[in-house]
T-cell receptor
Framework: AQSVTQLDSHVSVSEGTPVLLRCNYS??????LFWYVQHPNKGLQLLLK??????LVKGINGFEAEFKKSETSFHLTKPSAHMSDAAEYFC???????????????FGQGTILTVHP | GAVVSQHPSRVICKSGTSVKIECRSL??????MFWYRQFPKKSLMLMAT?????????EQGVEKDKFLINHASLTLSTLTVTSAHPEDSSFYIC??????????????FGPGTRLTVL
């Protein structure tokens, strides 16, 4: 079975300051992990993905995330927030072998990021 | 990545009517598509897995007679909400999956369809 927990439902930062969105996962098998962003009334855009290669993953728009197996975490970071980063962010897990959830995506509850001028 | 379209982007209908939503994979063939539902200010919940040429697989708690899925071709899956009621109002999103060791279960999402049932 797989699950994902986003530890903060809302995060508020000032423009130019660092962003940290926290995510913990649970998976019975080797997981793939993703971060997606959703702007209001829009579809989902992939920010970055971990697929068992390098544990530090760089994505679009300056975002990156580090896969830490010992901590079962996949936190999303950005050194300097921009106003256009304001959106909802979803951490997603998918199992890569066996089980009834193989290949399916399980979404976290989402974190709304607000960026203040 | 894959380009996925949905039609319509927004639909308003009366209670009791049926609504069909189309999901198209524009630049590659997809044997598997997924349908998700997103309630306001909530996360995405997988409704069903749409398999080309066979019956869809529904998640627990999803009424298959209520949400009819047809995946008749490698580029098109449809979701029909039958006898819609106000509680069916939601944002419906489809996705397609690329299979391969590199992309490992990555899915590409359509822009979503906002359904409002009056």
């Amino acid at each position: 079975a797989q699950s994902v927990t986003q530890l903060d439902s809302h995060v508020s930062v000032s423009e130019g300051t660092p962003v940290l969105l926290r995510c913990n996962y649970s998976s019975s098998y080797s997981p793939s992990l993703f971060w997606y962003v959703q702007h209001p009334n829009k579809g989902l855009q992939l920010l970055l993905k971990y697929t068992s290669a390098a544990t530090l993953v760089k994505g679009i728009n300056g975002f990156e995330a580090e896969f830490k197996k010992s901590e079962t975490s996949f936190h999303l970071t950005k050194p300097s927030a921009h106003m256009s980063d304001a959106a909802e962010y979803f951490c997603v897990v998918s199992e890569n072998a066996g089980g009834t959830s193989y290949g399916k995506l399980t979404f976290g509850q989402g974190t709304i990021l607000t960026v203040h001028p | 990545g894959a380009v996925v379209s949905q039609h319509p982007s927004r639909v308003i209908c009366k209670s009791g009517t049926s609504v069909k939503i189309e999901c198209r994979s524009l630049d590659f063939q997809a044997t598997t598509m997924f349908w998700y539902r997103q309630f306001p200010k909530k996360s995405l919940m997988l409704m069903a897995t749409s398999n080309e040429g066979s019956k869809a697989t529904y998640e627990q708690g999803v009424e298959k007679d209520k949400f009819l899925i047809n995946h008749a071709s490698l580029t098109l899956s449809t979701l029909t909400v039958t006898s819609a009621h106000p509680e069916d109002s939601s944002f419906y999103i489809c996705s397609v999956r690329l299979v391969g060791t590199y992309v490992r279960n990555e899915q590409f999402f359509g822009p979503g369809t906002r359904l409002t049932v009056l």
